[in-house]
């Protein structure tokens, strides 16, 4: 059934793609600058320190990805975390010595106006800073209540800064989502150049929220920057309701977020997040965030990388217009580490108790599968001891296996002979802290690992 479903969607998608050569189509990531993917060296080793911020920038290239949105809670007033300016003053000298062409633009994600337009200013100059139609492109994280024309825009005009702003603002006065408060957004914020969505909830959620921007941009002449996210658990709203859990159904919600944006076209994407470790949004394709990041230890933050590479697919089809065809059997596996039935020994307000929210049904414990294959496999899963095979027709399919404790297997295998394999980290059957972050991975039936034609392209202005 859910194979039937993609082949549907994928359908629907090729039959409904607009012409794509009114705008360039750019894909971002948002990155959280406060953290150090690959480790900060920059007490001992700044080289090391610029070489972790090459890693990441080469990471995201090799999957389409156009650039880094900034996001910065603070910047330069006096009490300020200094990692902020020291950080983005590294990233730009990394993405400068690779000197690929990778954008980099602030999200700004605080109201402090000196902040602001200091932030602003210091990388207004350089190379890699993201320019368009002319204009230098700022967004944010929200911050609506900011007097970004008068505050903002005056005194960096008044210095020769000319913004092409997108920002994220979402519907005011409690009003529901919808394009009625989109369009009362672009109404009353006449200055917008564009507006971006933030994505973040079940993929249901997201899709129907990037559908209530892209019309009213479009009818205000204005760009629309859609979100993408892979997975999300929340911090607690308040704390006596657990963190909130949003079910994002593995491969199958990344897929269909991907097609929501290749049939609707947004002028731009922006993956919400590449490296937010604290609300399980990240994308980043580290396999092991502990490694350079020990306060992730728990709950562990497990290694996301297969929602990246499946969402290479989908940014190139989205960018060129064209599925890029399936020449190799890939694997993707999604899933959680406990049970929903499991109990924490060792609880707090933070993380207990989970609050569950699906667009399906009740969260399922469940491996999800996504396969690309190139003729027709069974789908191998031990799981616990417990052995599923599926058969599996050419193509896209996806699947849906219950999970046991103990280790986690995945596999391909046609004729009888295996073609993928993948083994994932164990379910637990005993847990000590409530654990959402989910695991995600991938097999390639060639290596190196899956090298799609697109990529970001090389210039920062038009």
Request: glycine fraction near 8%; aromatic fraction near 14%.
């Amino acid at each position: 059934m859910i194979a039937l479903w993609t082949a549907m969607l994928l359908h629907l998608a090729q039959t409904n793609l607009r012409a794509v050569e009114t705008t360039n189509h750019f894909v971002f990531a948002h990155y959280m600058v406060c953290y150090d993917d690959y480790g900060f060296f920059g007490n001992t080793d700044t080289n090391d320190t610029i070489a972790g911020y090459e890693h990441d920038i080469q990471d995201a290239q090799a999957a389409g990805v156009d650039g880094f949105a900034l996001n910065c809670g603070e910047w330069d007033h006096a009490g300020a975390d200094w990692y902020y300016t020291n950080n983005v003053e590294w990233m730009y000298q990394a993405a400068e010595r690779l000197g690929t062409g990778f954008k980099l633009f602030f999200s700004i994600d605080t109201t402090n106006l000196v902040d602001i337009v200091d932030m602003i200013t210091s990388h207004a100059n350089r190379t890699n800073s993201f320019r368009y139609q002319g204009k230098l492109v700022v967004s944010t994280s929200g911050q609506n209540s900011v007097d970004w024309q008068n505050n903002v825009f005056e005194p960096l005009k008044q210095a020769g800064i000319d913004v092409f702003f997108v920002p994220y603002f979402s519907p005011e006065n409690g009003a529901t989502w919808g394009t009625v408060a989109i369009s009362n957004l672009l109404a009353k914020y006449t200055f917008l150049d564009g507006l971006f969505y933030f994505a973040a909830g079940t993929p249901s959620d997201i899709t129907n929220r990037n559908a209530s921007y892209i019309q009213p941009c479009r009818n205000a002449g204005k760009l629309f920057m859609a979100g993408y996210s892979p997975t999300y658990w929340g911090y607690g709203w308040p704390t006596n309701t657990g963190r909130p859990y949003d079910e994002s159904q593995g491969g199958e919600g990344t897929i269909n977020q991907w097609l929501w944006i290749i049939n609707n076209q947004p002028d731009w994407v922006e993956l919400t997040t590449w490296n937010d470790f604290g609300e399980s949004t990240y994308c980043t394709p580290i396999s092991n965030p502990v490694q350079y990041e020990s306060e992730l230890s728990a709950p562990i933050r497990y290694c996301h990388a297969g929602y990246l590479e499946l969402s290479k697919y989908y940014i190139s089809w989205y960018k060129t217009g064209q599925p890029p065809a399936i020449s190799q059997d890939n694997l993707y596996y999604f899933y959680r580490t406990h049970s929903t039935n499991a109990t924490a020994s060792n609880t707090g307000p933070a993380d207990f108790p989970v609050t569950l929210f699906s667009n399906n049904g009740v969260v399922q414990d469940v491996i999800y599968t996504t396969t690309f294959l190139t003729g027709p496999a069974q789908l191998v899963i031990s799981s616990g001891g417990t052995l599923v095979t599926n058969s599996l027709p050419a193509g896209i399919n996806s699947q849906r296996t219950p999970f046991a404790p103990g280790a986690q297997i995945i596999g391909v295998q046609r004729a009888g002979t295996p073609v993928l394999s993948v083994q994932g980290p164990d379910i637990l059957a005993q847990i000590t802290n409530y654990d959402y972050f989910t695991a995600s991975g991938f097999a390639h039936g060639l290596n190196p690992p899956l090298k799609l034609s697109i990529q970001a392209q090389g210039t920062n202005g038009l």
